[in-house]
């Protein structure tokens, strides 16, 4: 345990991390982000899922430091009267959730099928890969849109906003498990052909064994970059969806649904319920998109400057 | 009574017009503990012929005809599960080179303890001591702690060592080493050949040496094989073949060591190159390189020829008996 610590210190990632100012930068914003909104329950002002709590006397009030706003209210309330500075440290914690479930879901399915279909080759190779080309060929919102729609209409909105959060989780993780298997396969064809692998398959060792235990972590690094962009695109994803009406209910926003919410009110002045959600939406991908590309950087030894 | 028995092994591989047939009716047995060298030029089929023993051909290639058996069992039929009972338990391979070998992200420690989970059914705790013991085996020192470490973290000669302990893992009964020194530098070859000369000479371990180096060969191996053009073209004990080679092109292959000859003179080479495999002359395939070719050669391939401990496949030296 020590030894693997002294590692990490040790290593090139964490020099190189310490050295780029964008990359600690937006390090740090993430981590402030994800720790704000997952302690809410303990620092926000208010429970926005408490319906005690609101009162619709409050409701459109503005931020605090405009002539009409309370300072009970930092960022202002929305139509129902809920704080918004509640509704978005709840509704970032929903966001980031959905975010990185999806993306397990996706990394589940897409590593484990780009492994066989890299490995195997061959039939299962062109099926699986056939299969990811049909899929790419829809977009993700579409399919989504369609799946949700026909589940909200056959089993009704009071169900549907039940399992909404899950809903969300599982159509956006296998709408984009093809992103997934092709980067895996494309590294495990190259790693394939490498000796180890003919050393291991001498020793004995089983596909399963061998594919896991061995080839995976040699094509983590790929893995590890498309894993940031994609918990990215799973949070827009559900924005995109909730801002449609078809992500999570009003009564438990996401971002998404919190712009939405917003989104009527935009021309009778009340720009702060869909400006406040928007902002922290596009800071958190943003961050999550630099940190990406700073990770595609480092694990990649072509790129070494110094 | 051999340990491991090649009956007439054929692989081919389907290219776009026509098969490529890469070994062709080869044919050899090894007892046990016995040391064995194949050679010949690159292209010849060696590490094919190697790598068919263990059933590693990758695809398209495949074994197309043959027996590969050890004690009785046709690896060249048994089911996968089945033959996952032989590789790397019975026979094992040392490749040539050591860098790629190990998988670079795994600890050399998870390596060997996995391979002995897998055949020993071990406890973690009891693979461990194993593995060290075989890392000791191997001379390398302070084992215990080396076991942890990755293989970028070890020298070119030390990986290699670590992938004859593994290699040594099962207490093989055949181990088959595809040039196994030709990445290392020549000092830190010797080293290795003479540990795997040493560990096979103590655990009565067969081995089968794949090699261009006629020098190794003669210093580890009790009998040799020479290879042409997917075929074996001589076979006998390793003394014989350095010091009297019968077919011309071990001949050549002799004369061309630069000991053959005196400082300042030209060095002795065998005229031509190999043919590829795609168009193999008619008769022997070594005709067109051949001083000693006759019409019969360009016809008609050549059987072999039984000398005391040896065959050849070759008119010349047929004829040369008959007489």
Same mark, same amino acid.
């Given at each position: 345990?020590?030894?693997?610590?002294?590692?990490?210190?040790?290593?090139?990632?964490?020099?190189?991390?310490?050295?780029?100012?964008?990359?600690?930068?937006?390090?740090?914003?993430?981590?402030?982000?994800?720790?704000?909104?997952?302690?809410?329950?303990?620092?926000?002002?208010?429970?926005?899922?408490?319906?005690?709590?609101?009162?619709?006397?409050?409701?459109?009030?503005?931020?605090?430091?405009?002539?009409?706003?309370?300072?009970?209210?930092?960022?202002?309330?929305?139509?129902?009267?809920?704080?918004?500075?509640?509704?978005?440290?709840?509704?970032?914690?929903?966001?980031?959730?959905?975010?990185?479930?999806?993306?397990?879901?996706?990394?589940?399915?897409?590593?484990?099928?780009?492994? &066989?279909?890299?490995?195997?080759?061959?039939?299962?190779?062109?099926?699986?890969?056939?299969?990811?080309?049909?899929?790419?060929?829809?977009?993700?919102?579409?399919?989504?849109?369609?799946?949700?729609?026909?589940?909200?209409?056959?089993?009704?909105?009071?169900?549907?906003?039940?399992?909404?959060?899950?809903?969300?989780?599982?159509? =956006?993780?296998?709408?984009?498990?093809?992103?997934?298997?092709?980067?895996?396969?494309?590294?495990?064809?190259?790693?394939?052909?490498?000796?180890?692998?003919?050393?291991?398959?001498?020793?004995?060792?089983?596909?399963?064994? &061998?594919? /896991?235990?061995?080839?995976?972590?040699?094509?983590?690094?790929?893995?590890?970059?498309?894993?940031?962009?994609?918990?990215?695109?799973?949070?827009?994803?559900?924005?995109?969806?909730?801002?449609?009406?078809?992500?999570?209910?009003?009564?438990?926003? *996401?971002?998404?649904?919190?712009?939405?919410?917003? /989104?009527?009110?935009?021309? *009778?002045?009340?720009?702060?319920?869909?400006?406040?959600?928007?902002?922290?939406?596009? %800071?958190?991908?943003?961050?999550?998109?630099? %940190?990406?590309?700073?990770?595609?950087?480092?694990?990649?030894?072509?790129?070494?400057?110094? | 009574?051999?340990?491991?028995? =090649?009956?007439?092994?054929?692989?081919?591989?389907?290219?776009?017009?026509?098969?490529?047939?890469?070994?062709?009716?080869?044919?050899?047995?090894?007892?046990?503990?016995?040391?064995?060298?194949?050679?010949?030029?690159?292209?010849?089929?060696?590490?094919?012929?190697? /790598?068919?023993?263990?059933?590693?051909?990758?695809?398209?290639?495949?074994?197309?005809?043959?027996?590969?058996?050890?004690?009785?069992?046709?690896?060249?039929?048994?089911?996968?599960?089945?033959?996952?009972?032989?590789?790397?338990?019975?026979?094992?391979?040392?490749?040539?080179?050591?860098?790629?070998?190990?998988?670079?992200?795994?600890?050399?420690?998870?390596?060997?303890?996995?391979?002995?989970?897998?055949?020993?059914?071990?406890?973690?705790?009891?693979?461990?001591?194993?593995?060290?013991?075989?890392?000791?085996?191997?001379?390398?020192?302070?084992?215990?702690?080396? &076991?942890?470490?990755?293989?970028?973290?070890?020298?070119?000669?030390?990986?290699?060592?670590?992938? =004859?302990?593994?290699?040594?893992?099962?207490?093989?009964?055949?181990?088959?080493?595809?040039?196994?020194?030709?990445?290392?530098?020549?000092?830190?070859?010797?080293?290795?050949?003479?540990?795997?000369?040493?560990?096979?000479?103590?655990?009565?371990?067969?081995?089968?040496?794949?090699?261009?180096?006629?020098?190794?060969?003669?210093? =580890?191996?009790?009998?040799?094989?020479?290879?042409?053009?997917?075929?074996?073209?001589?076979?006998?004990?390793?003394?014989?073949?350095?010091?009297?080679?019968?077919?011309?092109?071990?001949?050549?292959?002799?004369?061309?060591?630069?000991?053959?000859?005196?400082?300042?003179?030209?060095?002795?080479?065998?005229?031509?190159?190999?043919?590829?495999?795609?168009?193999?002359?008619?008769?022997?395939? /070594?005709?067109?390189?051949?001083?000693?070719?006759?019409?019969?050669?360009?016809?008609?391939?050549?059987?072999?020829?039984?000398?005391?401990?040896?065959?050849?496949?070759?008119?010349?030296?047929?004829?040369?008996?008959?007489?």
């Amino acid at each position: 345990m020590i030894r693997h610590w002294r590692l990490f210190v040790d290593s090139t990632f964490l020099y190189r991390f310490r050295r780029d100012k964008v990359a600690i930068a937006s390090f740090s914003l993430l981590l402030l982000m994800v720790l704000l909104s997952f302690s809410s329950p303990l620092i926000a002002p208010f429970d926005p899922y408490d319906p005690a709590q609101i009162d619709i006397m409050d409701s459109d009030m503005p931020p605090a430091w405009q002539a009409e706003g309370e300072p009970r209210f930092p960022l202002g309330t929305d139509a129902q009267g809920r704080d918004m500075l509640s509704t978005i440290l709840y509704g970032t914690r929903i966001s980031i959730t959905i975010g990185l479930f999806a993306v397990l879901l996706q990394s589940i399915l897409g590593i484990s099928l780009g492994l &066989i279909a890299g490995y195997f080759g061959g039939r299962i190779d062109a099926f699986l890969m056939r299969l990811a080309d049909i899929q790419l060929s829809f977009s993700t919102l579409m399919v989504a849109i369609i799946v949700l729609a026909i589940f909200q209409a056959s089993f009704g909105t009071e169900l549907y906003n039940e399992l909404a959060i899950f809903m969300l989780i599982l159509v =956006i993780g296998i709408a984009e498990w093809p992103q997934y298997a092709r980067t895996v396969r494309a590294s495990v064809l190259a790693e394939k052909k490498k000796e180890y692998v003919d050393a291991v398959r001498v020793i004995g060792l089983g596909s399963g064994q &061998i594919m /896991f235990r061995h080839i995976l972590p040699n094509t983590l690094s790929p893995i590890l970059v498309i894993s940031t962009v994609q918990v990215a695109n799973a949070i827009m994803s559900e924005a995109a969806l909730s801002f449609l009406g078809l992500g999570m209910p009003v009564n438990k926003p *996401s971002l998404g649904s919190l712009i939405n919410s917003g /989104f009527e009110y935009i021309l *009778s002045g009340s720009w702060w319920i869909t400006a406040f959600p928007a902002l922290v939406l596009v %800071l958190l991908v943003l961050v999550i998109n630099l %940190l990406g590309d700073w990770l595609r950087d480092v694990l990649n030894p072509k790129l070494y400057k110094d | 009574m051999p340990i491991l028995e =090649i009956k007439n092994l054929e692989v081919r591989f389907p290219m776009r017009g026509g098969e490529l047939i890469a070994i062709r009716d080869i044919s050899f047995s090894i007892d046990r503990g016995e040391r064995l060298g194949i050679v010949g030029e690159s292209g010849a089929g060696k590490s094919v012929a190697a /790598f068919a023993i263990l059933r590693l051909i990758g695809r398209p290639g495949y074994i197309s005809g043959g027996q590969i058996l050890f004690e009785g069992n046709d690896l060249a039929r048994l089911s996968p599960e089945q033959l996952r009972q032989f590789r790397g338990n019975q026979i094992t391979m040392i490749f040539q080179d050591p860098m790629m070998t190990l998988n670079p992200v795994l600890t050399i420690g998870t390596q060997m303890i996995e391979c002995l989970q897998t055949h020993r059914g071990m406890g973690r705790k009891q693979a461990r001591k194993v593995a060290v013991e075989k890392l000791r085996r191997v001379a390398i020192p302070s084992p215990e702690a080396r &076991i942890d470490q990755y293989p970028h973290e070890l020298s070119g000669g030390m990986r290699q060592r670590v992938v =004859i302990a593994i290699a040594l893992l099962t207490d093989p009964a055949i181990i088959i080493a595809d040039e196994p020194t030709t990445a290392l530098d020549v000092t830190i070859q010797a080293e290795i050949m003479e540990l795997l000369l040493a560990l096979c000479e103590t655990h009565q371990v067969a081995l089968i040496l794949i090699t261009h180096d006629l020098g190794v060969v003669s210093e =580890i191996t009790q009998r040799a094989i020479v290879m042409y053009a997917g075929r074996i073209v001589e076979e006998g004990p390793t003394r014989d073949i350095i010091e009297r080679a019968r077919h011309p092109y071990t001949h050549g292959l002799i004369d061309a060591l630069p000991e053959r000859t005196h400082p300042g003179q030209r060095l002795n080479q065998i005229p031509g190159s190999m043919p590829s495999l795609v168009d193999i002359p008619p008769g022997c395939a /070594f005709h067109p390189r051949c001083e000693h070719v006759t019409d019969l050669c360009q016809t008609r391939v050549p059987g072999y020829t039984l000398l005391d401990h040896a065959r050849v496949a070759c008119h010349w030296v047929a004829a040369q008996e008959q007489s």
